[in-house]
């Protein structure tokens, strides 16, 4: 016995001195710690300043413990599922992080607080396969709902994550719409707002999937659409992105013309690649620029307030962002595509209903 503890003392010894050997080869990455954007200082005193990155399972899962650390060296670390070409994001109730991920044809669901992490599919199922999730909304109750572009369905997921049904699934096995890209779900009624985007229309749907109408068709008048692709909805205003007519167009939640924001030319505020939409608490417009790397920040009558980030690599970069999404903190969550994260933002504003604020 006395034997058999020695052994067991100079085994974890011998990869104590291995870590140390190796200068804990993790905490040292740690330590060199990457340069995070300065505070962009704005008017009235609001700011935005960076908050974090995300990449992987191993961004949530917490500091291993030392012995967690040896297991490591001996067994060799685990392997962490990763971001492949993220697309769409929303933050639940509990601070759950959801993100498409039509690279994977996955759902990713990160939970900071518990720090777990859960990937859900059904790219293998034979019937209601998804294939390439889109974009993302929420309703009351945390249910998921996600566009598969290819597949022309909405599938819907409980909050664990289990597979609840799917809207505009035929009898054949194909899909009703065309190209479903954008998804909102009106707080108030409970309809759901969908961008098809090759048929140019938004289709207004029931709590049970049943279109109740549509509205839009392909032109450059207003009210039409060339390429809509995703959309919000709060307050009754219906914001859709009408990505080749270069605007965001605004409509009540009937389907009516109320107004437009963006125009295409050499302006800072100009639309080159407009993609995903958002809402701070102030009511101004978040508006990702795919072509530029940045993201935009419009006022209610279209006034550019200010924008952020640029191409590149680096915190604070983005390389052909996507989905954009802020929570009831104003934490400002952007789908950093091709560089393979979501990069978050903490705006710090008036909180009193700032200027352009919805009615």
Same mark, same amino acid.
Not at 329 to 343: F, P
């Given at each position: 016995?006395?034997?058999?503890?020695?052994?067991?003392?100079?085994?974890?010894?011998?990869?104590?001195?291995?870590?140390?050997?190796?200068?804990?080869?993790?905490?040292?990455?740690?330590?060199?710690?990457?340069?995070?954007?300065?505070?962009?200082?704005?008017?009235?005193?609001?700011?935005?300043?960076?908050?974090?990155?995300?990449?992987?399972?191993?961004?949530?899962?917490?500091?291993?413990?030392?012995?967690?650390?040896?297991?490591?060296?001996?067994?060799?670390?685990?392997?962490?599922?990763?971001?492949?070409?993220?697309?769409?994001?929303?933050?639940?109730?509990?601070?759950?992080?959801?993100?498409?991920?039509?690279?994977?044809?996955?759902?990713?669901?990160?939970?900071?607080?518990?720090?777990?992490?859960?990937?859900?599919?059904?790219?293998?199922?034979?019937?209601?396969?998804?294939?390439?999730?889109?974009?993302?909304?929420?309703?009351?109750?945390?249910?998921?709902?996600?566009?598969?572009?290819?597949?022309?369905?909405?599938?819907?997921?409980?909050?664990?994550?289990?597979?609840?049904?799917?809207?505009?699934?035929?009898?054949?096995?194909?899909?009703?719409?065309?190209?479903? #890209?954008?998804?909102?779900?009106?707080?108030?009624?409970?309809? +759901?707002?969908?961008?098809?985007?090759?048929?140019?229309? +938004?289709?207004?749907?029931?709590?049970?999937?049943?279109v109740l109408k549509w509205f839009g068709q392909h032109g450059e008048a207003n009210g039409e659409f060339n390429l809509p692709t995703e959309l919000l909805i709060k307050n009754g205003i219906v914001a859709v992105v009408d990505a080749m007519n270069f605007r965001i167009q605004l409509f009540d939640r009937n389907g009516a013309f109320q107004s437009a924001i963006g125009n295409i030319g050499d302006a800072e505020d100009a639309l080159f690649r407009p993609k995903g939409i958002?809402?701070?608490?102030?009511?101004?417009?978040?508006?990702?620029?795919?072509?530029?790397?940045? +993201?935009?920040?419009?006022?209610?009558?279209?006034?550019?307030?200010?924008?952020?980030?640029?191409?590149? #690599?680096?915190?604070?970069?983005?390389?052909?962002?996507?989905?954009?999404?802020?929570?009831?903190?104003?934490?400002?969550?952007?789908?950093?595509?091709?560089?393979?994260?979501?990069?978050?933002?903490?705006?710090?504003?008036?909180?009193?209903?700032?200027?352009?604020?919805?009615?």
């Open positions: 016995m006395h034997t058999m503890r020695l052994r067991k003392a100079a085994w974890v010894l011998s990869c104590a001195v291995v870590l140390a050997g190796n200068g804990f080869a993790a905490s040292k990455k740690e330590q060199r710690a990457v340069a995070a954007p300065p505070d962009l200082l704005l008017e009235g005193g609001r700011k935005l300043t960076f908050d974090r990155a995300l990449a992987s399972e191993r961004d949530i899962r917490g500091k291993p413990g030392f012995f967690k650390k040896i297991v490591d060296v001996v067994a060799g670390e685990a392997e962490y599922k990763a971001m492949v070409r993220p697309y769409g994001v929303a933050v639940d109730s509990h601070g759950r992080i959801i993100v498409t991920d039509p690279g994977i044809g996955g759902i990713h669901i990160f939970d900071p607080e518990q720090h777990k992490y859960k990937l859900i599919g059904r790219r293998e199922k034979s019937k209601d396969a998804m294939l390439q999730p889109q974009c993302i909304a929420l309703d009351a109750g945390d249910n998921i709902y996600v566009t598969d572009s290819k597949a022309g369905k909405i599938f819907i997921f409980e909050p664990s994550g289990k597979y609840k049904g799917v809207f505009g699934s035929l009898k054949r096995g194909e899909g009703f719409f065309k190209r479903p #890209t954008g998804i909102a779900i009106d707080p108030e009624t409970q309809r +759901v707002y969908v961008t098809d985007t090759l048929r140019d229309r +938004v289709y207004i749907l029931d709590s049970h999937g049943q958002s809402l701070d608490s102030e009511s101004h417009i978040y508006l990702v620029e795919g072509l530029s790397g940045t +993201v935009q920040v419009f006022d209610r009558e279209g006034e550019l307030l200010y924008f952020f980030g640029q191409r590149g #690599t680096a915190l604070g970069q983005f390389q052909l962002p996507a989905g954009v999404f802020i929570d009831r903190n104003d934490r400002v969550y952007v789908v950093d595509s091709y560089n393979r994260r979501v990069q978050v933002f903490q705006y710090h504003g008036l909180k009193t209903g700032g200027q352009g604020a919805m009615p």
